[in-house]
């Protein structure tokens, strides 16, 4: 059974960096493509980027253009979202979430949550000043 475990999350000041962490165990991270997904206070939650299980293709939200990246390290099993110039709408619970079943649209994919099989528990990203 797979197992998603965020980490990085923080408070940090506008303007400021993050690097976010999922790191997978019990089975393998290649087999699965990786959703990050955030949820702020009152609203629902909403995707932020994904990327396909081998890693080749990834998707953005338009509010994540720009100063997101995610990445994808299969033999580390670790998925990284790195968030530069923070705003703070960017506040919230981000989780990360695995699909298995190889849909090989992610775009499609990161549209649909409930898609997701397995999630994190999430980790908190407050931007202050």
């Known amino acids: 059974q797979l197992q998603l475990v965020e980490s990085g999350g923080g408070l940090v000041q506008p303007g400021g960096s993050l690097r976010l962490s999922c790191t997978a165990s019990?089975?393998?991270?290649?087999?699965?493509?990786i959703g990050w997904f955030r949820q702020a206070p009152g609203k629902e939650r909403e995707a932020v980027s994904c990327i396909s299980k081998l890693a080749s293709r990834t998707y953005y939200a338009d509010s994540s253009k720009g100063r997101f990246a995610v990445s994808k390290d299969n033999v580390q099993n670790r998925v990284e979202l790195l968030i530069n110039n923070l705003e703070v709408e960017d506040t919230g619970t981000y989780y990360c979430?695995?699909?298995?079943?190889?849909?090989?649209?992610?775009?499609?994919?990161?549209?649909?949550?409930?898609?997701?099989?397995?999630w994190g528990q999430g980790t908190q990203v407050t931007v202050s000043s």
């Open positions: 979430a695995a699909n298995g079943r190889g849909f090989s649209d992610v775009q499609a994919l990161c549209l649909m949550p409930s898609l997701f099989e397995i």
């Open positions: 019990g089975l393998p991270l290649d087999k699965y493509a």
